[in-house]
């Protein structure tokens, strides 16, 4: 079991703060979806952990041992991140995209090593055939399961998405929240971000939700997406449907008056 | 992870070296004098002279130089994750000239064989740090090329002034010689100095690679891979500035090989940066080498200079390409 | 520049010949080019001479650098010329033709002159300027001086000439065709430059020259740091490499533009280029 620990962590940008005291644990094993207004720091908050941006003060530890101190590339080892809107920016085939995330891995592994583990995660996310195709030429849904099995090709302990499913159609957002579960439940963690309440409610085991840069709820999707908690972090007036049965839905009623 | 090549690729560099290598042996025999294929058993001073002093540094140079511009333009495209990006057209060949010639209007070239050089590659230097500077805003591909121009622009300028203001009463004539390079008469001084710093500033362009190939996912994927940005700036622009300064003090600017040997090679290794260093700077010797035979092929009097040549295959093949990339331009 | 100095000279003698008719010699003249800013200053006495051109302060190019910089000088615009309020204006063909029209417009007068391509040629040009000027007894005695010279340069009977070939900073060499050919004829050295094609002041490319080497190289002065490709050229190691059967002598490339009494410091030169070679040349044998 591994855990993410931070505390009091605080993030500056100029005057503003953008991280105010965060203090948060995440588990492996289950998929934690991180959200809240736009600007209320969930992409910083992941990109901290993946040691994109330096905070003012706090810490982040990954089982005891401060992710901040790690080298860059045993840090790369570990933590995976999948940015928002990723670029590619030249037309290079399937495998060889997958193969990027071998890079933090040069000089610990053999290139068959590295072979084998590309050829484990194209298998897992089922585009094994696409190797020789150009990147250029997927369609949007195939590009976020290509751009899923670059992430797995690397084996991290942790995978930190950014809004994952943004851009796709219900079905390929189902097939990507799937294989990030199959990910979890294989027992590493999954944080990510995500703006669809109904989807955050089927697939995440646990909810942060953040605002103004502050933790203001923290538990299972019937404990923190409570229309009251909705009502002061979106100002919308939602309630749930289904909440017991299979396909739980959110239905937002409206931008709350008042 | 090493670098896979396609089956169809693992051909080309036995297929350039062997290129390079036939070309080489025709710059030993190409010239003005007839020298025969037989010079290599058979040799008084004088064809010894021209064989070894003249004929041979020539080839030597053009090989060092050409797979120097080839391997700057392939790194610089990568990092800049553009093909319209080259040393030349991002003015910092322009600005390796200005360092280069100040150090002749400040009169300190003649201190030593290296000063020159030295000048040059701070010039370099600059210039890409200029350059990081601009695309550290997150410039456009299309203000990328803005900024190469008004680089070119002044340094062009100022290589001129300089010039024209030298002490010097010979340093007039060279404006031309500066801005449109040639291999005409270097001597194997040139490529003792030449070489050394020529390949510390490939070893560390090329221990660059791996980064470019990160730089693929863009800024945010390539530090998520543990890339540490900071690091392969300076080394690029310190790899790079060397490469280009001491290739522009030797011989002036010879342009636009960084951008067509890169381009033509893709088709055949792929986009992958890192898949494209060596192939390119060999191709890039294959390239100043064609273009040097051809300069001492055409007839006339005077030698044309090498950049000219460079220039009419150059121009017309990065106008082909910007028409082609017209909509990755903004 | 092949016209042949006899038919201009003889025009301008003409000319000449007209004007003398007029009162008497011009008091303040100026001078738009090098060569005859050499001639002006050795014919006519300062208090004449309204200016001469920039290009005699060139330390490098010109022959009177010490000289001009007690005189005054012009940079060849016609504005400045007309300030100077000249009764005669001495003018090459090398000189800006805009200029000279615009002389003319105002109505000053000014001669014509070519490029001598010849001793004889040179000579006759001196002779003609003096008479321009008044000074025809100065003239005789610079063309006595420099007939001393080419007498003086001539090596003793029965001297087998050596080859060698001019090589100025840039490759600049000079053909058989020039005043500095026929000077280097007279001193007993024979110019190659035929050989490689060369005729008029031309750049020599260094493979030519390498391939079939002369005995002199008289090679130009550089500057002390000589860090241009131009100087570079001419130090080249493949020249060097050639030590054993060339000589390099110093020809500074101030006495290649002019004839005149230039061709007087030139000759000396050369026949002490000649003099020194053939001592090397004998040193090199005997080793």
């Not at chain 2, 070489?195 to 090329?206: F, N, W």
């Not at chain 2, 945010?220 to 280009?244: E, F, P």
Request: aromatic letters at 4%.
């Amino acid at each position: 079991m591994s855990q993410l620990t931070i505390r009091s962590l605080q993030f500056l940008r100029g005057e503003r703060r953008i991280l105010d005291d965060i203090n948060v644990c995440f588990e492996s094993g289950c998929v934690t979806a991180v959200l809240g207004p736009n600007g209320a720091g969930k992409s910083t908050l992941l990109a901290s952990i993946a040691g994109l941006l330096k905070p003012a003060s706090g810490t982040i530890d990954l089982d005891g041992q401060s992710t901040l101190a790690m080298h860059s590339s045993a840090r790369a080892r570990r933590i995976a991140f999948l940015p928002q809107s990723p670029e590619i920016a030249w037309p290079i085939d399937v495998e060889t995209l997958v193969g990027l995330a071998r890079i933090p891995f040069h000089g610990v592994t053999s290139a068959v090593e590295d072979g084998a583990a590309v050829a484990r995660a194209m298998a897992s996310t089922h585009i094994t055939q696409w190797s020789k195709r150009v990147v250029t030429t997927l369609s949007g849904g195939e590009r976020a399961r290509t751009l899923l099995a670059r992430i797995f090709a690397g084996e991290p302990e942790w995978i930190l998405a950014d809004e994952p499913f943004a851009g796709l159609d219900p079905s390929h957002q189902f097939e990507a929240a799937d294989l990030l579960c199959a990910f979890a439940r294989g027992g590493r963690g999954v944080v990510l971000t995500i703006h669809d309440l109904t989807l955050a409610a089927r697939i995440a085991d646990r909810i942060v939700i953040l605002q103004d840069g502050r933790v203001v709820a923290d538990g299972t999707p019937a404990e923190a997406l409570t229309p009251a908690i909705l009502r002061s972090v979106y100002g919308i007036d939602a309630e749930w449907l289904n909440p017991s049965g299979q396909a739980p839905l959110i239905a937002i009623h409206g931008r709350h008056a008042g | 992870m090493t670098a896979p090549i396609t089956v169809k690729g693992r051909w080309l560099v036995p297929a350039l070296l062997v290129l390079v290598a036939a070309l080489a042996c025709v710059s030993i025999v190409v010239g003005k004098v007839n020298l025969g294929w037989d010079v290599w058993s058979h040799q008084d001073d004088v064809s010894r002279a021209i064989l070894v002093e003249l004929r041979l540094p020539r080839t030597l140079l053009g090989i060092i130089i050409g797979a120097a511009l080839g391997l700057s333009g392939a790194a610089l495209q990568g990092y800049l994750r553009n093909p319209l990006a080259e040393p030349g057209t991002l003015g910092v060949s322009s600005m390796a000239a200005l360092g280069a010639v100040l150090s002749i209007f400040f009169n300190v070239a003649g201190m030593h064989p290296f000063v020159l050089p030295a000048c040059g590659v701070l010039g370099g230097l600059l210039g890409m740090m200029f350059l990081f500077l601009l695309s550290g805003m997150a410039a456009s591909a299309l203000t990328l090329i803005l900024s190469g121009v008004i680089l070119g622009s002044l340094a062009i300028a100022g290589i001129s002034l300089a010039l024209s203001l030298s002490p010097s009463p010979w340093a007039a004539g060279e404006i031309i010689r500066w801005l449109l390079g040639a291999l005409t008469d270097r001597s194997l001084d040139d490529v003792t100095i030449a070489t050394p710093l020529i390949l510390v500033g490939s070893i560390a362009t090329l221990s660059c690679r791996r980064a470019l190939d990160a730089l693929t996912l863009g800024e945010v994927g390539a530090r998520s891979l543990g890339v540490d940005l900071n690091r392969v700036q300076w080394q690029l622009a310190l790899g790079i500035g060397l490469i280009v300064g001491t290739s522009v003090a030797v011989t002036g600017i010879v342009g636009f090989v960084g951008l067509v040997v890169p381009h033509l090679l893709r088709p055949i290794v792929g986009s992958r940066p890192s898949v494209l260093l060596i192939p390119s700077a060999i191709g890039g010797a294959a390239f100043v080498l064609c273009g040097d035979i051809i300069v001492r092929l055409l007839p006339g009097g005077t030698e044309l200079q090498l950049g000219v040549v460079m220039s009419l295959i150059g121009a017309p093949f990065f106008f082909a390409l910007l028409q082609s990339m017209r909509r990755k331009l903004t | 520049m092949k016209r042949k100095g006899h038919i201009v000279a003889a025009i301008v003698a003409l000319a000449g010949a007209l004007q003398a008719n007029a009162a008497e010699p011009p008091q303040r003249i100026v001078s738009l080019n090098l060569c005859l800013d050499t001639l002006l200053v050795e014919l006519a006495p300062p208090e004449r001479i309204a200016a001469i051109s920039h290009y005699s302060l060139d330390a490098w190019r010109s022959p009177i650098a010490e000289k001009a910089r007690q005189l005054p000088i012009n940079y060849e615009t016609a504005e400045e010329v007309v300030a100077l309020r000249p009764d005669l204006v001495l003018t090459s063909r090398h000189s800006a033709t805009a200029t000279r029209h615009a002389l003319a417009r105002v109505g000053i007068r000014f001669e014509l002159f070519d490029v001598p391509s010849s001793i004889e040629a040179s000579i006759a040009q001196v002779r003609t300027v003096a008479a321009l000027l008044g000074r025809k007894e100065a003239g005789e005695a610079l063309v006595a001086r420099i007939e001393t010279a080419i007498a003086a340069a001539r090596p003793a009977a029965g001297f087998t000439p050596l080859t060698a070939v001019v090589y100025q900073p840039g490759g600049l060499s000079a053909g058989i065709d020039t005043v500095t050919g026929e000077l280097m004829r007279v001193a007993g050295l024979e110019n190659i430059a035929e050989r490689y094609g060369i005729r008029d002041f031309r750049p020599l490319p260094l493979e030519l020259l390498v391939s079939s080497p002369p005995q002199v190289l008289l090679v130009g002065e550089t500057s002390p740091n000589a860090p241009t490709q131009a100087e570079r050229v001419i130090q080249h190691r493949a020249l060097r490499s050639l030590d054993s059967r060339m000589t390099r002598q110093v020809f500074p490339v101030r006495l290649l533009y002019c004839s005149g009494p230039t061709m007087i410091d030139a000759l000396g030169t050369l026949a002490q280029a000649r003099d020194h070679a053939v001592a090397m040349l004998r040193a090199k044998a005997a080793l």
